[in-house]
C-alpha cells in the first residue's frame, strides 16, 4: 500500500509543482535588431512575478555603445528594458552574455535580425552562458535551432502536457488514443502555422487562460466517467482534442512570435519548430505509456482510485494556472 501511496503521491507533486516551476524555467530573451549599419535596437525581457524579476543582465561586446539609457518597465509577467546601441564593425565574432544565468534553472534566447533579412539565433543554458555571433546561419543550423527549440518548448509547456496526459487516461483503447493525439497534432499544427505567419490571431492572454479551462474541462470528464456509461468526450476524444488542439496551437505559436521567423528561412524554421513540438509530445507519451506498464507489472494499484487521484490533480492545477492568468488579463 505504501508504494501504491508514493506512486500517487508523485504525479500528484509534480501537477501541484508545474504551476510554480513554470514560472522559473520561462527563458529570458534578447532580441537585437539592425536598424542601419552598427546601429541595433535592443529588447531584454526578463520572466518576473509582480515587481521581482529573476537577476539575469544581457552583457554585449565591447564595442556596443549605448545611444541612450535603457527604458525599463513591468509588461504583464515579464521586465523589460528596451535601448539602441552602435557597435563599430558590427557584431560578427563578438560575444553576448547573460550574467546571472548559470544560477537559474532557466535559460536566455537570443534573436539577431539583420538589415538584409538574414538572422541568427542561439541558446544560452547555464553551463553556457555566452556565444560567439557568426554572423549568418545556413538553414541547416537554422533549421536544428528550431527544432530543438520546439523540443523544449513543449518539454516545459506543462499545460500542454498535463492536457495530453489527461487524455490519455481518458482513452482505454491504444487505436482510438493513437487517433487521438493525431488530431490534437492536426489541430494544433494548423493554427500554429496560421497564427505564426499572421493569416489569423487571437489575444494571447486569454487563449492561454482558456487552455487552462481545457484542461479542467478533460479532468472533469475523468472525474464523471463510469464503467457502465459512455460519455461524449469517451466515444469522440478526437472531436475533444481537434476542438482544444486549434487552441493549443495559438498558444504555440504565442512562444514561436516571441522568438520570430527568420526571414530568409521562414518555410523551414516553421517546420522544424513544429516538428520538435511533435517529436517532444511523442516522447512524453511514450515515456508515459512506458511508466504505467511499468507500474501495473510491479504494483498492486486500485485503477480507479488512480485515476481518480491525478484527475483531481490535473483539474487543481488548471485552476491554478487559470485564476492568476485571468487575474494578469485585467492588468
Not at 560578427?92 to 544560477?103: C, E, M
Not at 505559436?253 to 526571414?263: M, V
Request: charged content about 15%.
Amino acid at each position: 500500500m505504501r508504494k501504491s501511496g508514493a506512486l500517487l503521491a508523485f504525479p500528484l507533486l509534480l501537477l501541484f509543482g508545474a504551476p510554480a516551476l513554470a514560472h522559473e524555467v520561462r527563458p529570458a530573451f534578447l532580441d537585437i535588431r539592425e536598424t542601419a549599419p552598427d546601429a541595433f535596437a535592443v529588447l531584454w525581457k526578463v520572466p518576473a512575478q509582480g515587481r521581482m524579476r529573476l537577476a539575469l543582465d544581457a552583457r554585449l561586446p565591447r564595442q556596443c555603445i549605448e545611444r541612450a539609457r535603457p527604458v525599463r518597465s513591468f509588461e504583464g509577467s515579464a521586465y523589460l528594458e528596451r535601448w539602441t546601441v552602435d557597435c563599430a564593425g558590427g557584431l560578427r565574432n563578438s560575444q553576448i552574455a547573460i550574467d546571472g544565468l548559470k544560477t537559474t534553472l532557466t535559460e536566455a534566447l537570443v534573436r539577431i535580425g539583420y538589415q538584409n533579412g538574414g538572422s541568427e539565433v542561439g541558446r544560452l543554458m547555464p553551463d553556457a552562458p555566452s556565444f560567439t555571433v557568426a554572423g549568418a546561419q545556413t538553414s541547416l543550423e537554422v533549421a536544428r535551432t528550431y527544432f530543438l527549440l520546439g523540443v523544449e518548448h513543449i518539454m516545459l509547456g506543462f499545460d500542454h502536457l498535463i492536457f495530453v496526459l489527461a487524455l490519455m487516461l481518458l482513452i482505454r483503447d491504444r487505436f482510438m488514443l493513437f487517433k487521438t493525439i493525431t488530431a490534437f497534432t492536426v489541430a494544433h499544427s494548423i493554427t500554429l502555422a496560421g497564427a505564426s505567419l499572421g493569416y489569423f490571431s487571437l489575444p494571447q492572454k486569454p487563449v492561454e487562460a482558456t487552455v487552462a479551462l481545457s484542461i479542467a474541462f478533460v479532468a472533469s470528464e475523468l472525474l464523471k466517467a463510469r464503467p457502465n456509461e459512455v460519455r461524449l468526450s469517451e466515444a469522440y476524444p478526437w472531436v475533444v482534442a481537434f476542438a482544444f488542439g486549434l487552441l493549443h496551437g495559438f498558444g504555440f505559436s504565442g512562444a514561436l512570435k516571441e522568438i520570430g521567423l527568420p526571414q530568409s528561412d521562414v518555410p523551414i524554421s516553421l517546420l522544424t519548430f513544429n516538428l520538435g513540438v511533435e517529436a517532444g509530445q511523442i516522447i512524453f507519451v511514450v515515456t508515459a505509456l512506458a511508466i504505467a506498464w511499468v507500474a501495473r507489472a510491479l504494483l498492486v494499484l486500485n485503477t480507479s482510485l488512480a485515476r481518480q487521484a491525478i484527475a483531481y490533480g490535473i483539474g487543481t492545477s488548471a485552476m491554478l494556472w487559470f485564476i492568476p492568468r485571468v487575474a494578469t488579463m485585467a492588468i
